[in-house]
């Protein structure tokens, strides 16, 4: 899977879940929700905002010292914000991607395959915590690397290669973040599902550089799981055509060991 097999999954998520009605119902609430958790958390550190601003550092009576107050408000404005919708995405991702987004993933390897692969009967409590503790790591690890890349851009003279390296870096967990959803409700563990993505980053870039064009990334964000759960079925059964191969080989050999007339 290269760059652009990527592109062309996330395309084909895309056109399937804007002709599936279950898909489509399930994105679109995807897609306000998320926005409806950015204004309510805005909102919410806006109104408290002078009292914030009054516990960091009280309103100064010198003129001479006003203005550098009203500066550190437009600033601790633009930081709350900023922080608002860090924080709603990490909400919205922990809590949809274990309900939405994996209901978008069963429906769509329902459709496809017919049936839903899971390892085992287990009550749904316990699915649902094992799938939120996963989604932890999913969601934090970009972020925290997204944080760290841009904060090392302002302590260097590499800002405009940093920027576009922490693009690159966030656009491809944003993309595993998608194509994790059936490993991980298989409960294939996290290092092995981790080690998986580290073979398979063009495509994971390929897949995520959608997500990059202004306006139409929040279209692409909300149906990616059906692009992703596309390409694990897919992965699923290149493995499955593999191993009849490696049976028949094991079997061969052991006949030519049988018989005495068999050739190299």
Request: glycine share 6%; aromatic share 12%.
């Amino acid at each position: 899977m290269n760059l652009f097999s990527g592109i062309k999954y996330n395309l084909r998520g895309l056109g399937m879940g804007l002709k599936t009605p279950k898909l489509l119902m399930l994105g679109l609430i995807r897609l306000f929700t998320v926005i409806i958790i950015t204004i309510f958390a805005a909102g919410l550190i806006l109104v408290y905002h002078q009292a914030i601003l009054s516990f960091m550092w009280s309103k100064p009576e010198s003129q001479w010292v006003t203005w550098l107050w009203y500066l550190l408000s437009w600033l601790l404005s633009a930081v709350l914000v900023g922080m608002s919708a860090v924080i709603s995405f990490l909400v919205s991702q922990i809590l949809f991607s274990v309900l939405i987004m994996d209901m978008m993933s069963r429906i769509t390897e329902k459709k496809m395959t017919g049936n839903i692969q899971e390892p085992r009967k287990i009550p749904w409590w316990q699915q649902f915590l094992f799938l939120v503790k996963q989604e932890i790591p999913r969601a934090t690890i970009p972020v925290l690397l997204a944080l760290l890349l841009i904060i090392t851009g302002w302590l260097t003279p590499l800002g405009p290669i940093i920027t576009i390296l922490s693009s690159v870096v966030a656009v491809i967990f944003l993309a595993w973040d998608n194509t994790d959803l059936t490993p991980a409700r298989q409960m294939v563990p996290f290092k092995e599902r981790f080690r998986s993505l580290r073979r398979s980053l063009l495509f994971h870039l390929g897949f995520g550089i959608l997500f990059l064009i202004p306006v139409l990334n929040i279209l692409f964000l909300s149906f990616a799981p059906v692009g992703a759960t596309l390409y694990q079925i897919d992965q699923n059964k290149g493995s499955e055509v593999q191993e009849p191969k490696v049976q028949g080989s094991k079997v061969e050999n052991s006949e030519c060991r049988r018989n005495v007339f068999c050739l190299s």
